[in-house]
C-alpha cells in the first residue's frame, strides 16, 4: 500500500536547535536528517512526506520553513509539501505568512501541548488562524486530550480553515484514561472542517506495551468518529523512536486495519493526504 507520511520530523541541529529535545536522550543533540529518514523508512511503501515543524525557537521559525521549503522543490527528496510553524498569537501574523509564502507551503502549526491554554483562546490568534483558511493553507492542532474542548472551540471560531488534528488527539494510552478522551473527539469530530492523523499514539504508549492490541481501541475509535474520508497516516518520526521505529509502527497499523478494505487503507494512506493537504 503506497503512503504518504503526512508527520515527518527532520532535525539538522547543526543549523537550528531544538531545546525541547533535552530532556529526551533518544532525541538530544543529533540529527535526524533526510537521508536518515529514507533508512528509516525502507520498504514502507512511503511514496512522498509532508515535512512537519519541529517546534524551533520562534526566531528560527522562518528560517525553518524557508530552508525546508527549498528542500522540498528538488522532487528527489520526496517532500511533497511543508507545514511551518507559527505564532499566531503575536502581532505581525500577515508580515510573516508573508515572509514563508513558498509553492511547497502547505499549512501551519502551533504545538498548543506546551502552552497555556488560553493561547488559542485570544481573538488575535482566531483571527490569524480564520486567515490561513482564506490564504489556501491548513491548520495542525496538537494538543493534549484534556485540551479537546479548546480545540473544539477554536475549530468553531475557524468554519473556513481546513483542521488536522494531530496524534489522534494526545489519548494517554500509557496511563489507560480514555474515557473523557473517547467522548471529547468524539464531539470533536462533528466539526466537519476538521481531520485526524493517526500518528504519535506508539509514544504514548509504555515502552514495551506498544503492540496492536494496545493501540487498535484508540485507532478504530478515531476511524468511529471521523470517518474514512477524514483521517490521514503520519509516522512521527523520529519521535516514535521513543517506544517502536517507523517500521514497527506501520507494522502495527497494518495489523490493525488488516480487515478493512483496499479502498478505504487507500483513503488513509494517501487519497485523503493528497486531498486535505493539496499535494
Known amino acids: 500500500m503506497p503512503r504518504i507520511d503526512t508527520h515527518q520530523h527532520l532535525l539538522y541541529p547543526a543549523r537550528f536547535s531544538y531545546d525541547w529535545t533535552d530532556s529526551l536522550p533518544a532525541l538530544a543533540k543529533r540529527s535526524f536528517t533526510l537521508e536518515e529518514y529514507r533508512v528509516a523508512a525502507a520498504n514502507c511503501d512511503v511514496t512522498g512526506t509532508i515535512f512537519m515543524e519541529v517546534d524551533v525557537p520562534g526566531g528560527n521559525s522562518g528560517d525553518e520553513a524557508r530552508f525546508f521549503c527549498e528542500l522540498a522543490t528538488d522532487p528527489r527528496n520526496g517532500l511533497l509539501g511543508v507545514i511551518a510553524?507559527?505564532?499566531?498569537?503575536?502581532?505581525?501574523?500577515?508580515?510573516?505568512?508573508?515572509?514563508?509564502?513558498?509553492?511547497?507551503?502547505?499549512?501551519?502549526?502551533?504545538?498548543?501541548?506546551?502552552?497555556?491554554?488560553?493561547?488559542?483562546?485570544?481573538?488575535?490568534?482566531?483571527?490569524?488562524?480564520?486567515?490561513?483558511?482564506?490564504?489556501?493553507?491548513?491548520?495542525?492542532?496538537?494538543?493534549?486530550?484534556?485540551?479537546?474542548?479548546?480545540?473544539?472551540?477554536?475549530?468553531?471560531?475557524?468554519?473556513?480553515?481546513?483542521?488536522?488534528?494531530?496524534?489522534?488527539?494526545?489519548?494517554?494510552?500509557?496511563?489507560?484514561?480514555?474515557?473523557?478522551?473517547?467522548?471529547?473527539?468524539?464531539?470533536?469530530?462533528?466539526?466537519?472542517?476538521?481531520?485526524?492523523?493517526?500518528?504519535?499514539?506508539?509514544?504514548?504508549?509504555?515502552?514495551?506495551?506498544?503492540?496492536?492490541?494496545?493501540l487498535r481501541p484508540y485507532v478504530e475509535h478515531v476511524i468511529a468518529c471521523f470517518g474514512w474520508d477524514r483521517v490521514v497516516w503520519g509516522s512521527d518520526w523520529p519521535v516514535c523512536n521513543l517506544t517502536a521505529s517507523l517500521r514497527q509502527w506501520v507494522d502495527l497499523l497494518d495489523e490493525i486495519l488488516a480487515g478493512e478494505s483496499a479502498a478505504n487503507r487507500a483513503k488513509l494512506f494517501h487519497d485523503n493526504a493528497r486531498r486535505i493537504y493539496r499535494v
Open 85 to 214: 510553524s507559527c505564532r499566531p498569537e503575536n502581532e505581525g501574523f500577515g508580515a510573516y505568512l508573508d515572509s514563508i509564502r513558498h509553492p511547497k507551503l502547505r499549512g501551519l502549526r502551533r504545538i498548543l501541548h506546551v502552552q497555556p491554554d488560553a493561547v488559542s483562546q485570544s481573538p488575535r490568534f482566531r483571527q490569524n488562524v480564520a486567515s490561513l483558511g482564506a490564504a489556501g493553507l491548513t491548520f495542525d492542532l496538537c494538543v493534549l486530550a484534556r485540551q479537546l474542548p479548546i480545540a473544539a472551540a477554536l475549530a468553531d471560531a475557524v468554519p473556513h480553515t481546513p483542521l488536522i488534528l494531530d496524534h489522534c488527539g494526545g489519548p494517554d494510552i500509557a496511563g489507560g484514561a480514555s474515557g473523557q478522551w473517547r467522548a471529547d473527539l468524539k464531539d470533536l469530530s462533528r466539526r466537519p472542517h476538521l481531520a485526524c492523523k493517526i500518528s504519535g499514539i506508539v509514544a504514548y504508549a509504555k515502552a514495551g506495551d506498544v503492540s496492536a492490541a494496545t
